[in-house]
C-alpha cells in the first residue's frame, strides 16, 4: 500500500481543481472555482501554523497521495467549527399534531423549520476520491484519517461533529428541492445558488429565505420524496458514517435537502477507538494485510497511511513501509485504530 494521507499545501491548486470539476457539482466544500479552492489553501496554511490549541474557525484541507506515482487520488477536509463567519443555516424537519372534536380526526403534518441549531459544530466534508482507487482500504484511509487527527487535536474541536451529504439532484444537474422550494424565492438555478454559496458564504439565504416554517404538505412529490436522502452516489459514505456512530437526526440541507449526520465527536467510533503509543520496533515487510490506520505528526506535519501495528508492553512494532511513508522511527509516537 503507497497511499498517504497528508496535509494540502499551496502546489496541489492543481489537483484539487481537477478533483472539483469531477464531483459532478453539488459539492459545496469543493467547488470548481481556483480562486475559491486558493482561497481554500491559504485559509488551510494558516490554520495549521497556529499555535494555539484554543477552538477557532480552522479549516483543515489533506491529500491522499500514491507515493508510487506522485498522484493526487483523493481529498477531505475538517472545520473546527461552523456558524463562525457566517451562519449555518440548515432545515429542521418536524411535526405539528392538531385535533379537531368536531370532525373527531387528527392530523399530523410535516414541517419545514429553517434554523442555525447546528452553529459551533465541527465539519468532516469536501471528501472526493478517484472512482479508479474505490477500494475499501483507500477509502476508509481517506474518510477516517480525519477522525485520528480530531483525536491528536481534539483541543481543536467541537463537542458535535456533523457530516452533511450532498443530496438527490437528476442527471442535469438539478435538484428536486431545489425546485420544490428554494428555488421559488431566487432568480438562480440550483447549480448557480451552489456555486454562489460556495464562493460567496450564504448571508444571501438570510436575505430572502421565507423565515416561518414551511408546511411539507404544500411541496411538489418530487421534493418531499428527496427530504433526508442523499445522491446515490453518496450511500457508501452515508454507510461509512452510521459506522463511525453518525445518525441522521432531522436535519437537511436547505439548498438540496441532503441529509446532515450528527455525532458526538467524542463517541466517533475512530476517536473512541484510537490510541497513542511509542514505537519500539520495526517489523521486516510481509504479505500481510494492514491491520490499522496508523498516524504521526502534529498539525502541518500530520500524515496518515495502513499499516500493521503490533501492540505489546506499552509500545508497538510498526511495519517498515508505514515507518518510511510517516517518516518515523523507534521513540516516535503514533496513533491507531483497527482498519
Known sequence: ?????????????????????????????????????????????????????EIANDLFVFILEDTETGKVRGTCQAFSQVGTEFPFYSYRLGRITQHSKELDRTFRAEMLTLCTDLDGASEVGGL?????????????????????????????F??????????????????????????????????DADEFNAKHGNQFIADLMPKH??????????ARQVMGQPHYSGRPAMRMLENENFSFQNYVDIFDAGPTMIARTDQIRTVQQARSAEIT????????EASHLVAAGRLADF??????????????????????????GPGDVVTYASA
Open 128 to 156: 472526493y476520491l478517484d472512482a479508479t482507487e474505490r477500494s475499501a482500504g483507500v477509502g476508509k484511509l481517506l474518510a477516517r484519517s480525519r477522525y485520528l487527527f480530531i483525536k491528536m487535536h481534539r483541543a481543536r
Open 213 to 222: 416554517p414551511i408546511y411539507c404538505a404544500l411541496l411538489s412529490e418530487a
Open 1 to 53: 500500500m503507497t497511499f498517504l494521507l497528508r496535509t494540502a499545501q499551496e502546489k496541489d491548486l492543481e489537483a484539487l481543481y481537477r478533483m472539483a470539476k469531477g464531483t459532478g457539482g453539488g459539492f459545496t466544500n469543493l467547488p470548481p472555482d481556483k480562486p475559491t479552492l486558493e482561497a481554500k489553501l491559504t485559509r488551510t496554511a494558516k490554520s495549521f501554523a497556529r499555535d494555539g490549541d
Open 158 to 191: 467541537g463537542e458535535t461533529t456533523l457530516a452533511e451529504l450532498r443530496g438527490a439532484i437528476d442527471d442535469a444537474g438539478n435538484s428536486p428541492f431545489w425546485d420544490g422550494l428554494a428555488g421559488r424565492f431566487f432568480d438562480m438555478s440550483f447549480r
Open 281 to 288: 520496533g520495526i517489523a521486516d515487510a510481509d504479505d500481510a
Open 303 to 328: 500524515r496518515a497511511c495502513l499499516g500493521k501495528v503490533d501492540a505489546a508492553d506499552g509500545g508497538v512494532t510498526l511495519d517498515a513501509a508505514a515507518a518510511a511513508l510517516l517518516g518515523v
